[in-house]
């Protein structure tokens, strides 16, 4: 089993994966703490140092890049500070922006962790800002997307959705690509709206979303979740659905098969869930690209995930990471 897993790792390399969705800037704000202020009973700490990652659909392409893929973002980015960060970040990892979309009066998606500490303890998240654009792109910049969408997917092996904002990725265009080429696999990961695309080869919904999806169910057993999985299967006429169910691992449903349980990799003892289903949804489209199972590639996705829990932060997997982990 572990060899045939770690051949379809070694698949990856240099497999074009593009991903169409919401890139969003991390910011981490390391401070000391210090006292408590004496304007309001609030903690103030001393500032130490600022760091960006990449988030949203950018912590997918981060992780495809570390596994040895050629990623090729689509989405928007704002004219404005955060945007130039992000694209710079992108450029430092020899990512291609060529097919993002810089739209005029967007604001590029910002999440500020403040993190604070001792001098001799680990820095804990005391608070996060979210900075969201007000409102959508403008339909200029929506024509350009289009158009980066049909010129990158036509040189792809396969297409990644990453809806976090519903901002980039839009089911009426969706439907249009599935119109164009509709031999080419596609793997989704949306936060509110995922019975907006039908069609899909693979859909990866946490616990929360299929919750939201079926609010008529209890899911006081393992059976609601067998079932909600089955019907969610059925109604967006998918190949695959992949559970994400935290500490309780995966549940796995295909076409045709039975259900399949996916007890977690590693330890339960969680260092940081941030960014996991990222790295499970580039990992997802990684094997399927490279002809995988979708047994095979759910396992190899557990595995990524668990080591990814592990880390602080929105943390990439590498290559040679995964392999380790199936010796």
């Known amino acids: 089993m572990q060899t045939s897993l770690s051949s379809i790792v070694s698949r990856f390399k240099n497999k074009r994966i593009l991903v169409w969705g919401d890139l969003i800037l991390d910011q981490y704000v390391y401070t000391s703490a210090g006292r408590v202020s004496r304007e309001a009973p609030v903690l103030v700490t001393e500032f130490e140092r600022n760091e960006y990652r990449l988030g949203g659909a950018g912590n997918v392409v981060m992780n495809l890049r570390t596994l040895g893929a050629e990623p090729l973002p689509v989405g928007f980015v704002g004219k404005d500070p955060s945007g130039g960060i992000l694209l710079d970040l992108l450029r430092e990892q020899g990512i291609a922006t060529t097919h993002l979309v810089a739209a005029d009066g967007f604001q590029t998606p910002l999440k500020s962790r403040i993190l604070s ?194 880390h602080e932060g929105a943390y990439p997997v590498r290559r040679r990471e995964l392999q380790d982990a199936l010796r």
């Open 117 to 310: 500490g001792g001098d001799n303890t680990k820095k804990q998240q005391i608070l996060r800002i979210d900075t969201l654009p007000p409102g959508p792109a403008g339909e200029r910049a929506r024509l350009k997307l289009i158009k980066s969408l049909f010129a990158a997917l036509a040189g792809s092996d396969l297409l990644v959705l990453s809806d976090y904002l519903a901002q980039a990725v839009v089911p009426g265009l969706f439907q249009s690509l599935r119109n164009r080429f509709p031999d080419k696999r596609c793997v989704l990961d949306s936060r509110n709206n995922l019975l907006g695309f039908p069609g899909v080869t693979l859909a990866t919904p946490n616990e929360p979303e299929i919750k939201g999806l079926f609010p008529e169910r209890r899911f006081l057993d393992e059976g609601d979740f067998l079932a909600a999985g089955s019907e969610l299967l059925e109604r967006l006429g998918a190949s695959g659905v992949i559970l994400k169910r935290g500490h309780r691992g995966m549940l796995v449903f295909g076409r045709g098969e039975k259900p399949v349980a996916l007890d977690i990799f590693g330890t339960s003892q969680i260092v940081d869930v941030t960014g996991a289903g990222d790295t499970v949804l580039a990992v997802l489209g990684l094997c399927l690209a490279g002809g995988a199972s979708l047994l095979d590639s759910a396992r190899l996705a557990n595995i990524a995930g668990g080591i990814v829990v592990m």
